[in-house]
C-alpha cells in the first residue's frame, strides 16, 4: 500500500493526483518547485518501475515540466531524481532562473528554504492545479 513519504509529506503541499503522481509543491517560495511521486509501494527507483509506470512518468514529468515552465517563465527547467535524503521515489521539477539566488548551481544546499505564507501557498496550489487541469 502507497504512503507518502513523513518527509515528502512535512516539507510539502499537494496540488493534484495523476494517474501515476502525486504532484506536490515544495514549501520554498525561493523557487517554483513541483514534486512528481508515483503512487506506488516501495519504489526507490525508475528502473524499479513497471515498463507502463515509466512511460506514464516520462509523460506526467513532462507535462509538469511544460506547466511550470510556462507559469513561471522559466530560463531553464531542472528535473531530478536524487533519492539521496528520502528513499521513496520521488522526482523534483524546478523552474530556474539566471537571477534566482542559486543559479547557475544545484538549488541542494544552497540557503535556507523560505516558507509560502498560507495566501502564497494557496495561490501557488491553485494556479499550477488549475494549469494542469486545463
Known amino acids: 500500500m502507497f504512503e507518502l513519504h513523513p518527509r515528502l509529506a512535512a516539507d510539502t503541499r ?17 523557487f517554483p518547485w513541483a514534486i ?3 503512487q506506488r509501494a516501495d519504489i526507490r527507483e525508475i528502473h524499479q518501475l513497471s ?6 512518468l516520462i509523460e506526467e514529468i513532462a507535462r509538469v515540466a511544460s506547466v511550470m515552465e510556462k507559469l513561471h517563465k522559466a530560463d531553464k527547467m531542472n ?9 521513496q521515489l520521488h522526482v523534483h521539477i524546478i523552474a530556474r532562473f539566471a537571477t ?4 547557475p548551481t544545484p538549488i ?5 528554504a523560505e516558507a509560502y505564507d498560507p495566501a502564497q501557498m494557496e495561490a501557488a496550489v491553485a494556479k499550477i492545479k488549475g494549469a494542469l487541469a486545463a
Request: charged letters at 25%; hydrophobic letters at 50%; glycine letters at 6%.
Open 14 to 30: 499537494e496540488i493534484t493526483r495523476l494517474p501515476l503522481c502525486r504532484v506536490l509543491l515544495m514549501n520554498d517560495r525561493r
Open 108 to 112: 541542494w544546499g544552497k540557503g535556507t
Open 100 to 103: 534566482d539566488p542559486a543559479w
Open 51 to 56: 515498463a507502463a509506470d515509466r512511460a506514464t
Open 79 to 87: 528535473v531530478a531524481a536524487l533519492g539521496n535524503m528520502v528513499p
Open 36 to 38: 512528481l511521486v508515483p
